[in-house]
């Protein structure tokens, strides 16, 4: 019988393998919930330890409340920062996709993983997260994936970010944890007289446990006994509680237990304040020693595992330094940095350098497609899959070992695997050894490392039914600077960018031929100008008035409002985050008069950043 | 404590009083039980529209409707909750936070009629399935809610289906919502130049760049031509058309668009479609390419014969008319679930709630239109929709009897359900109270009918909402309202007995705030608060300060010590823990408010020696202490942001100035009229806080509040 499933196994394994590609439905991803955690953190763990590289993904409740808070062409490296880490504090992650995987010639091991994440306050302490938005279009497709968000509250992993597990174990006191002895700066006559009191009293409380020549006492006399001095059992080691009264106190106890070899103290940590009595713990042989150091330290482990849940996945990875490969690294990290590490800082750059710790090598493959294809704006994954397939011959066998036993049919977490595909795929393609050398731990191949850790915003396609107008744009160079971009808004019952650009054609000097509009939302536009002196000239016009058409009149008089480049990233800096760009932008401005007026200096605050270039054809 | 123990053997008397006669009625009650545990009527999206034509009439008929909903969450940040120092205009800002931000995931609505034959009252209990999608074709705005942590948790304890909930909730419209969807369909339609978007005018001149676009353009010219050549020359148009219809692919179908002829074409991409009708503008005049919408959800592509210039206007007009119907149609069907709410609404019926005025909030938010910005407002306008509200909590605790009965602290729903209405929550009969007998309730859910129905799921506002009518009905016989004469009347509403309670909602049951809707007024219902009554002093608002951005871990105690130091012994009445990172302090006389934040100015300006040595640079000198009037707090606590820290949330709602003291003189002049409410004495304050900075009375007291808004659902 047994021999008969295995054979069974085997032959899946084989249907699997040769038929790569075609079979998705067929990949088996381990899904993970708490019940089977601990299991599957063990497999994770050699996983993780055999693979050179790890792909993620992430399912989220959302990702943007209104159109123009998505990553958008006009953002710089730092706005688009902002509007990820405005996701990213908002929504929750519930499913978290691992793949360890490795490539052999042509060849992907593949051992994906999904884990199933609630932010549950397992301490009770509102931790990891008080409360989180959702996005019902968000919910909806992934109820149509098949995700079971009720076995997703009653039974998915809770976590805490490290931050909140130092914050946790201030407020709520860890495991019973052995501690290393602080020598105290000085003694009082008190003190010492306390320990040598402790001293004797140890002392006298390790012979009575040795004494093995005591005669057996009666029931009522040993509990008598215990009560008075204090005796307890800890496992089935003698154990005496020592009471103390202060912080100081307990580390002269310590100091004092030094003396003895086969004593282990205990310490359990002040809980609201108050001070609770140390234990010690009595061993019999040195072996018992090591076997009571190995019980606490598991012990701790637990009480760890309980505490960090699924961040103990998030160390794994970390402590591993293996590359990790991502699609749109801006938003997914986001996400693990401010669910897992901790709050996200307010600067890109300092973002990039927290991360860079924890994460040495973080590849997008959406980077490694634009390598490819510079021009195509193929940024989804089931498009790039088949972009490549269309104009490169790179067969990739997949293959996924040891998940027979999973016969889930879902297809939850096959992002993953379509991650570490095309990752091999644009590898093969690329022409770059996708192996890590051995000899050299934790360093890529040159041809890879050039494409670490670069944050920039991948381009969703901007592409609105509205205001297609590509023509126009292809004409242009390509990229230009935002010190030629002028937000507009305040237009009424202009709904096109076509339309507003003939409003606003030949209305002044500075909408000549070379001059473009495009949307951002409805509410607001960004119109490029031929170069940055235009655009000044623009918010001086607007602001003072000045020698203009009467179509432009008409509009000023309607309430058309310009800014420059500055609010907008006023407004991501400071997260003003209106359903309406125009409102955001209204209230940047506002800020800014009245930080201005304050200060008299102006727009001093304003970040200026080394990427102020964009492409434009990506607009 | 003392009172606690006085009142449970009072309980367990109660109890054992009432079970007494559970002998006798033991054999009745099994055999009703077997009979009695047919499910409630679960509403989802596959059945709501029968289920709305039924419970159409049923609502018509009822002499009351008890409502119940289920959220995803109550506070959308710890200082969020109800606090003794809020005042009521607070407390309503509180609750519209509430109400904005979080989903109603099930709606429980159950109309009660009174049968006079049977002299018992018969009950419809369904249980709604709800969530916002907000389906407006077109429209590519996402609904958007919080979920607390801690109320998912809850519902999953109560077996709540999620997946139920997200695949097949009902959606719905509020009615600002489908004038908006409404008016943008309007301004599409009625704007000329946006013909574009039903693919009238643009792309005329699609540049044809690639290879393959400028060969198929050239096959479609022809395959176009020869489609229409057929149709002119009358005689053998059988056979050309038959040759096109059998294209392998049926990519091109004859069909007939109102009395024209066409070509229905199918299997092309977006881009060869652009081509098509690129080829169809240029090169065939008579020809028009339009865009109708499909059987399915998916649009349908035509191009169309015309007669003449005439006709093709004529055609393009019918076809934007039918695309307008067409969107129209669907954003009526869009409204969805508000259906009910309407209904609710033009019945005029008595709504009968518990602990119900974030319920009604939610109901306004949801379902009529964004909450007004005012209390005042709100009350003035949810009466429009709905003029006659009960909350039985009100009821509950005004009326002496019940009082008597239910264990003040546990007016919670399910708790009073039992107590009041023991012969249907445990099936068995009693005396009732006083000489009246109980009130008789019967069941019906579809074609089932129970005069002994207890579906036991509580937390699930079908059932929530038939316990809540239950209580309602009984307590309305106690108070000797005669059902039958209703009836006729069809009036209960306006029975006098229930004048004093009706439309008096708690704004907060925690500090016995009850709201008078008709009149908008808010007294304090010196009832619910009796308990605490001896804690509890009076404060004036103008006297308290706002502090926030402490040094991290000072406790209460220490802040006072600090302000008692420059202000004398008697200045400060109680500082109160907002959160972590803030807390109220008040001053014994208004004018020490100014006299503080002026300090803390001069303080935070200078460096000097005297400055640092200042005692009250140890609560000022971080750098991120702010201090404000309770002004600020109101404007902090109405901003939309919810930041889990109140810090946070101040610095985030743009409140940066060190000290906003340039308002202190509005402050006094605004608020030396405003009502009073109690707070805890300082001595009780005192000895029960805790030696790490939170104080241990007010958590219980949040969390008391929390537990009773929870378990009130």
């Given at each position: 019988?047994?021999q008969?499933?295995?054979?069974?196994?085997?032959?899946?394994?084989t249907?699997l393998q040769s038929k790569?590609g075609h079979s998705?439905?067929?990949?088996?991803?381990k899904q993970?919930?708490?019940?089977n955690f601990s299991v599957?953190?063990?497999?994770?763990?050699?996983?993780i330890?055999?693979?050179d590289?790890?792909?993620v993904?992430l399912k989220?409740?959302?990702a943007y409340?209104?159109p123009?808070?998505?990553?958008l062409?006009?953002?710089?490296?730092?706005?688009a920062?902002?509007?990820?880490k405005y996701?990213?504090e908002r929504?929750?992650v519930?499913q978290?996709a691992v793949?360890?995987?490795?490539?052999k010639?042509?060849?992907l091991?593949?051992?994906?993983y999904?884990?199933h994440?609630?932010?549950?306050?397992?301490?009770?302490i509102?931790?990891?997260s008080y409360s989180f938005?959702?996005?019902s279009?968000?919910?909806?497709?992934?109820?149509?994936?098949?995700?079971d968000?009720?076995a997703?509250?009653?039974?998915?992993?809770?976590?805490l970010?490290?931050?909140q597990?130092?914050?946790?174990?201030d407020r709520?006191g860890?495991a019973p944890?052995?501690?290393?002895?602080?020598?105290?700066?000085?003694y009082?006559?008190?003190d010492?007289v306390?320990a040598e009191?402790?001293?004797s009293?140890?002392k006298?409380?390790?012979?009575?446990?040795k004494?093995?020549?005591?005669?057996?006492?009666?029931?009522?006399i040993?509990s008598l006994?215990?009560i008075?001095s204090?005796d307890?059992?800890?496992g089935?080691?003698?154990?005496l509680s020592i009471d103390?009264c202060?912080?100081?106190q307990v580390?002269l106890v310590?100091?004092?237990l030094?003396?003895?070899?086969d004593?282990?103290?205990?310490l359990?940590?002040a809980?609201?304040?108050?001070?609770?009595?140390?234990?010690?713990v009595?061993?019999?042989s040195e072996e018992d020693m090591?076997?009571?150091?190995?019980e606490?330290?598991n012990?701790?482990k637990e009480?760890?595992r309980?505490?960090?849940g699924?961040?103990e996945v998030?160390d794994l990875i970390?402590?591993s330094q293996?590359?990790?490969v991502?699609?749109?690294?801006l938003n997914?990290?986001t996400f693990?940095h401010s669910?897992?590490?901790a709050?996200l800082?307010s600067?890109l750059?300092e973002f990039?350098s927290?991360?860079?710790l924890?994460f040495p090598?973080v590849?997008?493959?959406n980077h490694?497609m634009k390598?490819i294809?510079?021009?195509?704006k193929v940024?989804?994954?089931?498009?790039?899959?088949?972009?490549?397939?269309?104009r490169?011959?790179?067969?990739?066998d997949?293959?996924?070992?040891?998940?027979?036993e999973?016969?889930?049919v879902?297809t939850l977490?096959h992002?993953?695997?379509?991650?570490s595909?095309?990752f091999?795929k644009l590898?093969?393609?690329?022409?770059?050894a996708?192996?890590?050398?051995?000899?050299v731990e934790?360093?890529l191949?040159?041809?890879?490392?050039?494409y670490?850790?670069?944050?920039n915003?991948?381009f969703?396609?901007s592409?609105?039914p509205a205001?297609?107008?590509?023509?126009v744009?292809t004409d242009?160079?390509?990229k230009?600077s935002?010190k030629n971009?002028v937000?507009?808004?305040g237009?009424?019952?202009?709904?096109?960018a076509?339309?507003?650009k003939?409003?606003?054609?030949?209305s002044?000097?500075?909408f000549?031929?070379?001059?473009?509009v495009?949307?951002?939302?409805?509410?607001?536009?960004?119109?490029s100008?031929?170069n940055?002196?235009?655009?000044?000239?623009?918010l001086?016009?607007l602001?003072?008035g000045g020698?203009?058409?009467n179509?432009l009149?008409?509009?000023?008089?309607?309430?058309?409002?310009?800014?420059?480049y500055?609010?907008y990233?006023?407004?991501?800096e400071l997260?003003?985050?209106e359903?309406?760009?125009?409102s955001s932008?209204e209230?940047?401005l506002?800020?800014?008069?009245?930080?201005?007026e304050a200060q008299s200096k102006g727009?001093?605050?304003?970040?200026?950043n080394?990427?102020e270039?964009?492409?434009l054809?990506d607009? | 404590?003392?009172k606690?123990c006085m009142?449970k053997p009072?309980?367990t008397?109660l109890?054992?009083?009432s079970?007494?006669?559970?002998?006798?009625?033991?054999t009745?009650?099994?055999a009703?039980?077997?009979?009695s545990?047919f499910d409630i009527k679960?509403?989802?999206?596959?059945?709501?529209e029968?289920a709305?034509k039924d419970?159409?009439g049923l609502?018509?008929d009822?002499?009351?409707?008890?409502?119940?909903l289920?959220m995803?969450?109550?506070?959308s940040a710890p200082w969020?909750?109800s606090?003794?120092f809020?005042?009521?205009d607070?407390?309503y800002?509180?609750?519209?936070?509430?109400?904005e931000k979080?989903?109603?995931?099930q709606?429980?609505?159950?109309?009660?009629?009174?049968d006079s034959?049977?002299q018992?009252?018969?009950?419809?209990?369904?249980n709604?399935y709800?969530?916002?999608?907000?389906?407006?074709?077109?429209s590519n705005?996402s609904c958007?809610?919080i979920?607390q942590t801690?109320?998912?948790?809850f519902?999953a304890?109560?077996?709540?289906?999620?997946?139920?909930?997200?695949?097949?909730?009902i959606?719905?419209?509020?009615?600002s919502?489908?004038?908006?969807?409404?008016?943008?369909?309007?301004s599409?339609?009625?704007?000329?130049?946006s013909?574009?978007?039903?693919?009238l005018?643009?792309?005329?001149?699609?540049?044809l760049?690639?290879m393959?676009?400028v060969?198929?353009a050239?096959?479609?010219k022809?395959?176009?031509?020869?489609?229409?050549?057929s149709l002119?020359?009358?005689?053998?148009s059988?056979?050309?058309?038959k040759q096109?219809?059998?294209?392998p692919?049926?990519?091109?179908q004859?069909?007939?668009?109102?009395?024209?002829p066409?070509l229905?074409l199918?299997?092309?991409?977006?881009?060869q479609?652009?081509?098509?009708?690129?080829?169809?503008?240029?090169?065939?005049?008579?020809?028009a390419?339009i865009r109708v919408a499909?059987?399915?959800?998916s649009p349908?592509?035509l191009i169309?014969?015309?007669?003449s210039d005439d006709?093709?206007?004529?055609l393009?007009?019918?076809v934007?008319d039918g695309?307008?119907?067409e969107?129209?149609?669907?954003v009526?069907?869009?409204v969805?679930f508000r259906h009910?709410?309407d209904l609710?609404s033009s019945?005029?019926?008595l709504i009968?709630?518990h602990?119900?005025?974030?319920d009604?909030?939610h109901?306004?938010?949801?379902?009529?239109?964004?909450?007004?910005?005012t209390?005042?407002d709100?009350?003035s306008?949810?009466q429009?929709f709905?003029?006659?509200?009960?909350?039985?909590k009100?009821?509950?605790?005004a009326?002496?009897?019940?009082r008597?009965?239910?264990?003040?602290?546990?007016?919670?729903l399910s708790?009073?359900?039992v107590s009041?209405c023991?012969q249907?929550?445990l099936g068995?009969?009693t005396?009732?109270?006083?000489?009246?007998p109980c009130v008789e309730?019967?069941?019906q859910?579809d074609?089932k009918?129970?005069?002994?129905?207890n579906?036991g799921?509580k937390?699930?506002?079908g059932?929530d909402?038939?316990?809540?009518?239950?209580?309602?009905?009984?307590?309305?016989?106690?108070l000797?309202?005669?059902?039958?004469l209703?009836?006729?009347a069809r009036d209960?509403?306006?029975?006098?007995k229930?004048q004093?309670?009706?439309?008096r909602l708690?704004?907060s049951w925690?500090?016995?705030?009850v709201?008078d809707l008709s009149t908008?007024?808010c007294?304090?219902d010196?009832s619910?608060?009796?308990?605490?009554?001896?804690?509890?002093?009076e404060?004036?608002?103008p006297?308290?300060?706002?502090?926030?951005?402490?040094p991290?871990k000072?406790?209460?105690?220490e802040?006072?010590?600090?302000?008692?130091?420059?202000?004398g012994?008697n200045?400060?009445?109680s500082v109160?823990h907002?959160?972590e990172?803030a807390?109220f302090?008040q001053?014994?006389?208004?004018e020490?408010?100014?006299k503080?934040l002026?300090?803390k100015?001069?303080?935070?300006?200078?460096s000097?020696?005297?400055?640092?040595?200042?005692?009250?640079?140890?609560?000022?000198?971080?750098?991120?202490?702010h201090?404000a009037?309770?002004d600020?707090?109101?404007q902090i606590?109405?901003?939309?942001?919810?930041?889990?820290?109140f810090a946070d949330?101040?610095?985030a709602v743009?409140?940066?100035r060190?000290t906003?003291?340039?308002?202190?003189?509005k402050?006094n002049?605004v608020f030396d009229?405003?009502n009073?409410?109690?707070?805890f004495d300082?001595?009780v304050y005192?000895?029960m806080?805790?030696p790490y900075g939170?104080?241990?009375?007010?958590?219980?007291a949040?969390s008391f509040y929390?537990?009773e808004?929870?378990?009130?659902k």
């Open positions: 019988m047994l008969k499933r295995l054979i069974c196994s085997r032959i899946s394994n249907v790569p998705q439905s067929k990949w088996r991803v993970v919930t708490k019940s599957a953190l063990e497999e994770i763990s050699t996983c330890s055999n693979s590289f790890i792909a993904s989220n409740t959302g409340s209104a123009w808070q998505r990553i062409p006009i953002d710089t490296a730092q706005t920062y902002d509007k990820a996701a990213a929504f929750q519930l978290f793949c360890p995987f490795s490539i010639g042509s060849k091991i593949v051992h994906p999904n884990f994440l609630f932010p549950r306050d397992e301490l009770k509102g931790m990891p938005s959702c996005q279009s968000y919910l909806t497709s992934m109820a149509q994936e098949g995700f968000f009720n997703c509250i009653h039974d998915g992993i809770s976590y970010s490290k931050s597990e130092s914050a946790a174990i709520t860890n944890i052995t501690c290393t002895v602080q020598t105290p700066s000085g009082t006559v008190a010492s306390f009191r402790i001293k009293r140890v006298l409380w390790i012979t009575a446990c004494d093995t020549s005591k005669k057996p006492e009666d029931a009522l040993s006994r215990k008075v204090g307890e059992v800890y089935s080691r003698p154990c103390v202060s912080e100081c580390q310590l100091e004092t030094k003396d003895f070899v004593v282990i103290p205990l359990n940590p809980k609201g304040g108050t001070i609770r009595p140390v234990r010690v009595l061993t019999s090591i076997l009571l150091q190995k606490l330290q012990e701790e009480h760890n309980r505490l960090r699924f961040r998030i970390s402590a293996k590359p990790v991502a699609h749109n690294s997914d990290f693990i669910k897992f590490l709050p800082p600067t750059d990039r927290s991360l860079c924890v090598n590849l997008d493959v490694l390598e294809s510079p021009l195509t940024n989804n994954l089931p498009a790039s899959n088949s972009y490549l397939k269309q490169f011959f790179a067969p990739i997949i293959e996924i070992p040891n998940q027979a999973v016969n889930e879902k977490g992002d993953v695997v379509k991650i595909q095309l091999a590898c093969s393609i690329l022409k770059i996708p192996r890590t050398p051995e000899d934790g360093h191949p040159d041809a890879i490392e050039c670490t850790n670069s944050f915003p991948c969703t396609s592409h609105g205001d297609e107008d590509v023509s744009w242009n160079t390509g230009i935002i971009l937000f507009l808004w237009f009424r019952g202009v709904t096109s076509g339309k507003l003939s409003l606003l054609y030949g002044h000097e500075v000549d031929n070379e001059f473009d495009r949307m951002v939302d409805k509410s607001c536009a960004v119109v100008l031929r940055p002196g235009f655009s000044k000239v623009l001086q016009l602001d003072s020698i203009c058409t179509t009149k008409e509009m000023l008089a309607d309430g058309l409002t310009a800014a420059g500055e609010t990233q006023k407004v991501c997260g003003v985050w359903a309406d760009l125009a932008m209230k940047a506002e800020e800014t008069e009245s930080f201005s727009l001093s605050g304003i970040r200026r080394n990427d270039m964009i492409n054809d607009l | 404590m003392k606690l009142s009072l309980s008397t109890i054992q009083f079970h007494a006669p559970t002998t006798v009625f033991t009745r009650r099994r009703l039980s077997s009979s545990s679960n509403v989802t999206k596959s059945n709501f029968s709305l419970l159409r609502l018509r009822a002499d009351f409707v008890a409502v119940d289920e995803t969450g109550v506070t969020r909750e606090f003794d809020d005042r009521y607070i407390r800002l509180k609750v519209k936070d509430s109400a979080f989903a109603v995931v709606f429980g609505v159950c109309p009660f009629r009174w034959d049977k018992s009252f018969i009950a419809h209990p369904h709604f709800i969530f916002p999608r907000y389906e407006i074709p077109g705005q958007e809610f979920c801690t109320s998912l948790d519902l304890k109560y077996q709540f289906d999620f997946n139920l909930c997200v695949r097949e909730g959606s719905y419209l509020s009615r919502q489908e004038e908006e969807a409404l008016e943008h369909i309007n599409i339609y009625m704007d000329e130049s013909d574009s978007v039903f693919c005018r643009e792309d005329a001149d699609f540049p760049v690639r393959a676009d060969l198929f050239e096959r479609m022809n395959t176009i031509r020869e489609w229409r050549d002119l020359s009358k005689g053998s059988s056979s050309e058309i096109i219809s059998t294209d692919s049926q990519r091109f004859m069909v007939f668009f109102k009395t024209r066409g229905a199918s299997g092309f991409t977006s881009r479609l652009r081509v098509i009708k690129a080829v169809t503008k240029k090169h065939f005049k008579d020809l390419y499909g059987e399915a959800t349908q592509q169309v014969y015309t007669d006709d093709r206007d004529l393009m007009k019918e934007k695309l307008r119907k969107a129209e149609i669907k009526k069907s869009a969805g009910v709410i609710l019945e005029q019926k009968v709630g602990n119900c005025f974030l009604m909030a109901i306004y938010s949801k379902f009529i239109g964004p909450l007004p910005s209390a005042e709100y009350v306008s949810i429009k709905f003029p006659f509200i009960i909350d039985t009100i009821l509950l605790n009326n002496g009897v019940f008597q009965r239910v264990d003040k602290s546990s007016t919670s708790r009073a359900f009041i023991p249907i929550a068995v009969k005396s009732g109270l006083a000489d009246r309730v019967e069941v859910v074609e009918r129970s005069s002994n129905w579906s799921a937390h699930e506002a059932y909402a038939f316990m809540t009518g239950c209580i309602f009905a009984q307590a309305c016989n106690h000797g309202i005669d059902f039958t209703h009836v006729l209960l509403a306006k029975e006098t229930l004093n309670y009706i439309n708690y704004l925690v500090s016995g705030d709201i908008g007024k007294t304090t010196s619910a608060s009796r308990k605490l009554k001896n804690r509890y002093q404060i004036s608002f006297s308290i300060i706002l502090l926030w951005g402490l991290s000072l406790k209460a105690r802040i006072r010590a600090c302000i008692v130091q420059v202000f012994p200045s400060v009445s109160y907002l959160d990172s807390v302090i001053f014994s006389k208004p020490l408010v100014s503080f002026e300090m100015e001069t303080l935070s300006r200078n000097d020696p005297i400055s640092v040595l200042h005692p009250l640079s140890n609560i000022l000198n971080g750098e991120h202490t201090a009037t309770y600020v707090y109101r606590c109405s901003s939309s942001i919810s930041k889990k820290l949330q101040a610095e743009g409140i940066k060190k906003v003291s340039s308002r202190v003189k402050g002049q009229q405003e009073e409410v109690r707070v300082e001595k005192d000895q806080s805790p939170y104080s241990e009375p007010d958590r219980s949040e929390l537990d808004v929870l378990a009130s």
